[in-house]
């Protein structure tokens, strides 16, 4: 009569399975079931706790299929052979005592041989428990076989995917167990397929590492619950950092053996291997891992090859450059724990690493120290091609003050050697692409911030390429001061083209003009100044744009921003008829206008003062100067001028382009033989054309023996200087040289 309704047999079923499994049993329905063998059909299935594990039911199932044991009614009762389990939801806990329930269940079995029924659940869940805790981890979609034998040994064999209850998406490979349990062993076969490597990690750790990768494990376990003997073979594939495609290649086979304590929840593993001294052993241990996961693994190098490293470093996403080929060997130990991190210290042996068309870097021995989420460079000598060194000294930071601190020190050191690196970084060191520096530099990082460069060093025979000038900076000699973002360079030598100059130099950030600078140009060739200025000067235009005569260039983002304050002297000019020196000035640059204030300098001997302006804006640059002259000698006498000077473009254009204007003050002057004024003052205009100057003077006023005289003065076609003067009705006309020599 399959399915009929069989309610008034529950009772008898209950009493059945209590016997069967050690503990209360409570069944909603029952139904007859013929089809799978003489049993029953239960419905809404529960089987209690035993005592000793909690309250919480050990299962509850819809429905359970019972096999009844035929050779059990001939002795008037009613067991069961096999129960098969649907939809089942199992608790295994460990109790506060030590042991797990499922070994009240199993141990009862033993002493009650024949007597527990076959188990089978397919696709049900395992839970886990911890007194009355229940843990975030579990089994799901679980297969599971108990089989007793008449010798009281049980057969099991199980199968689940792992998974963690605070996790949505997972993407686990199945456990499978097989293997038998007498009472007192477990003697067991463990396989994992193949999984995610973040899966794995993140049922220890749920942030997980950022490593995805293939793993999977075969592990043989034997001997009592408290003390299991593993032995057992990893396999890792394709590993890569979380924001890199996988790359195939070959996969690392890692035997290893250890001991698992079900009891105190704790695993202890290290790796094996077939050589006596393996250059790489591991050691893992976890503890309370089915409750609150805490683990540390361990790492010992023995010899281990860098060049190895670095094609694990690429592997994982290490930016080095493909050419990179690197030597020598690796040996320490590395540790990590949760939640302290990790901890060790390795060191290299023999270390070199090269890169084509430049010198290698090679280190004898070069340690890194980590401690927690700190990793220490101990201060270590890197040598550079045959000749150079480098004391190299460094600290890495993880975590909430997280930060690198890197020192070099070094006696000499090659620009060129360092750049193919990286290394090249240090300020005015990395605009060189040649030269020498000695000294030590100190880089300071963090998160969010740019990093800072501090120390002190000399710079040799580099050069650097300034925007606005014809010809590089090439730097003989120039000591550096470096202060975070600030720059100090002093007992600066140095030269553009064939003009030589000393100095000083700051980069100071903060300051509006962040150039300052000190300048001293012992001599300088007029013509080659200015083709070095050329460039900042004049801006060149396309052919159409001046044929066309479309304007200015547009100003160079390089000249839009420059920002500079600094003093300037020039102790001689040559390339011209007249002897001139700028003693000092003071030169304000702002963008495409530039002025040199405070200017004190001397033409012929003869001392000028003022101010000049260049403007940059137009299509040619244009110059306005104000000031004066001082103590000009003309015609036995002296002049004074006080005025102005406009003029535009460069070269000879500069002279015929040229306009003045202004005052002028003399005294002795013997201007004619008829004429000789004690003094003259007046104002004046002043233009160049292709026969000279043209001057023009208006409101003169004349001091001649105990005269005053008052009138006007102009050049003459001649080039000769004509002066008209009146006093009480009297005109008086003198012409004499001109009155000063062509600018």
Sequence with gaps: APYLQADFFRPTIERALERGLGRRVEVEEAHFNLFTGPGFTLSR?????????????FAYMESLDARVRLLSLFARRLDFSSLRLGDASINLVKTDAGPWNFQFLLGGASAMAGAMPAIKMRGGRVNFKFGDTKSVLYFNDTDLDVSPSNDGSVELRFSGAPSRTDRSAQNFGHFFVRGTWNGQRLNMKVELERSAVEEVARLLDRRGFGIHGIVAFNAQLSGPPSHLEIVGQLQVDDVHRWDLLPKRGGGWRIGYKGTLDLRRERLELASTSETPNPP????FRAWNFLSTPQW??????AHVPISTLVEVARHMGAALPENLTAEGWLSGSVRYSEPDGPAGRVEMQDASFTLPD??????ASAAVAIDRQAFSLEPSTVRVGESESADVQASYTLGADAGLDLKITTKGLSVADLQPFGLAAIPLVELTPQ??????ARYRWSPGDDGEWSGDYELQNARIAVDGLADPLRIQSASVNLNGKRVAVTRLRARVGTVAFTGEYRWEPATVRPHKFRIVIPEVDAVELQRILTPTLVRERGFLARTLRLGSAPLPEWLKTRRADGTLSIESFTGTDAKARIESARLLWDGALIRLVRVKAEVDQIALSGEVAIDLA???PHYHLEGKLHEVAYAGGKLDFDGSLDTEGSGV???ANARAEGRVHGRSIAFAPEADFRTIAGCFEVSYGAGGPRWKLSGLEVLQGGDTYYGTGATQTDGRV???LANRGRQFRYTGALLAPAP
């Design 45 to 57: 299935v529960t089987i209690h706790e035993d005592p000793r594990a909690g309250i919480e039911p």
């Design 280 to 283: 790489l052993a591991l050691q």
């Design 296 to 301: 540390n693994a361990a790492a010992d190098l």
């Design 358 to 363: 430049a010198q290698p870097l090679r280190a």
């Design 435 to 440: 030269g020498t520096w000695r000294g030590s």
């Design 618 to 620: 137009g299509a040619l």
């Design 653 to 655: 254009e500069l002279l």
């Design 722 to 724: 004509l002066i008209e």
